[in-house]
């Protein structure tokens, strides 16, 4: 069974995240860039999949500028046996990279197709679940656990009331979310092998594809810095504040 593996680019977690000055977009100079953290867990899935014999081919696949490459050769160091780079340099929104996604799928024809929950910088949680409107297949977001069952899925999934457990018949996609595992990381040893793995690129008009966002993005604001607090004397004032001055009583 093949396995794609859908990642995305973005900023590191660890980095304080700068708006331009005239807040136009978030300020990428000199900023360090790594792969989406759930991106990562469902590379991890995606290999452990492939060490328990369940799968035969891991390929990992992203959208994005050519610098995320970068990003493609941390997964083959990770354990994917090839990539495919759909090149573009157009802001990509959630259906867009779903669209160019559903044709590397239909190229490929996976079993299974695994991607992070959500990404850190958008926070959208909505390319997987578009991809299967898209395809056609049975989804199974949230993954906190995946088991395989002869030929179908059981994947546990979080949701408001505690855990639910769905079982999904293959082709399927399943999105990870962050009880999944703990991704490995990459051994130097591996890491050199990366670099001569195959790395297929390609273009949406390739694929037939337009990903160019229909969203215009007007302005970019960073949090409001947050207030000092401070120390009442009784509690009838602490009530008063919360009733006159946080209007939430």
Not at 42 to 63: D, H, M, N, P, S
Not at 75 to 93: F, K, N, Q, S, W
Not at 179 to 202: G, H, Q, S, T
């Amino acid at each position: 069974m093949k396995v794609l593996v859908a990642v995305k680019r973005v900023i590191d977690y660890n980095v304080k995240i700068r708006v331009k000055p005239d807040l136009s977009d978030v300020d990428l100079t000199n900023v360090k860039m790594a792969m989406n953290p759930f991106c990562e867990i469902a590379v991890e899935e995606a290999v452990r999949l492939k060490e328990k014999g369940v799968a035969t081919e891991v390929v990992a696949v992203t959208v994005g500028p050519k610098a995320a490459q970068e990003q493609l050769r941390t997964a083959l160091a990770l354990g994917a046996d090839r990539a495919i780079h759909v090149e573009t340099y157009e802001r990509v929104e959630s259906l867009g990279a779903a669209k160019a996604l559903a044709k590397v799928a239909e190229e490929e024809q996976p079993g299974l197709v695994i991607l992070g929950k959500q990404a850190i910088d958008t926070d959208n949680n909505q390319t997987g679940q578009m991809l299967a409107a898209l395809t056609g297949l049975p989804q199974g977001t949230f993954a906190s656990e995946v088991k395989v069952e002869g030929e179908k899925f059981q994947v546990t999934r979080e949701v408001d009331g505690g855990l639910q457990t769905v079982e999904l018949s293959l082709p399927a996609i399943i999105t990870t979310d962050l009880r999944l595992n703990e991704p490995r990381y990459a051994k130097l040893p591996d890491i050199m092998k990366a670099k001569k793995k195959p790395l297929d690129v390609k273009t949406p008009a390739d694929l037939g594809v337009e990903v160019a966002s229909k969203v215009k993005l007007l302005k970019v604001e960073p949090p409001a810095e947050r207030q000092g607090g401070v120390k009442v004397g009784s509690v009838d004032e602490l009530v008063d504040k919360l009733k006159n001055e946080a209007k939430v009583l």
